[in-house]
T-cell receptor, first 112, second 116 residues
């Protein structure tokens, strides 16, 4: 089992729709969780950190479910510019807090 | 405040040559991470360095690859005797406080290595 797993997609979604994807992680000791966005052939950029209580930033909502060991990302009122690959990132755990484990990404395509 | 700077952006090498990739972290960051991304795949951790120290190189191939982060100057990822399978995007990231919760990593624009 991979340490961080994501559905690779692609998710083809009409503009204005709501889309959600999950990411599962295997290490129960992980403490830090992030969603990054990567546009084609560019560097990843932080979209949002994921906090225990869940957090929202505009149209984006991130949730953490420790019991089931997954994090989710919800995008409301999707825009064409949301088309990208979304990377789930989890830190390795208490003894290796600096080491971030990356999912392979979920590709999202927003269609007009 | 300049971001993480990587150079070159694109590098073409023939099989058997050496590739040197450079990374200057953000100002005030002294922790550098190197990642490799193959086409259509996620980022793979290679190595974590502090100034003059390799902290974790568990993701580095055992042969031909090495990394350093000298007291002065950029971090260098060195690939000797490159093979076609080394063709990938190599990203460098830096962070201010490793180990702190929710420490984000800031990425450079990457070096795209093509081995011909």
């Amino acid at each position: 089992r991979k340490e961080v797993e994501q559905d690779p997609g692609p998710f083809n979604v009409p503009e204005g729709a709501t889309v959600a994807f999950n990411c599962t992680y295997s290490n129960s000791a992980s403490q830090s969780f992030f969603w990054y966005r990567q546009d084609c052939r560019k560097e990843p950029k932080l979209l949002m950190s994921v906090y225990s209580s869940g957090n929202e930033d505009g149209r984006f909502t991130a949730q953490l479910n420790r019991a089931s060991q997954y994090i989710s990302l919800l995008i409301r009122d999707s825009k064409l510019s949301d088309s990208a690959t979304y990377l789930c990132v989890v830190n390795k755990g208490r003894t290796s807090n600096y080491q971030l484990i990356w999912g392979a990404g979920t590709k999202l395509i927003i269609k007009p | 405040n300049a971001g993480v700077m990587q150079n070159p952006r694109h590098l073409v090498r023939r099989r058997g040559q050496e590739a040197r990739l450079r990374c200057s972290p953000m100002k005030g960051h002294s922790h550098v991470y190197w990642y490799r991304q193959l086409p259509e795949e996620g980022l793979k951790f290679m190595v974590y360095l502090q100034k003059e120290n390799i902290i974790d190189e568990s993701g580095m191939p055992k042969e031909r690859f090495s990394a350093e982060f000298p007291k002065e100057g950029p971090s260098i990822l060195r690939i000797q005797q490159v093979v076609r399978g080394d063709s990938a995007a190599y990203f460098c990231a830096s962070s201010p406080i490793p180990g702190a919760n929710h420490t984000e990593a800031f990425f450079g624009q990457g070096t795209r290595l093509t081995v011909v």
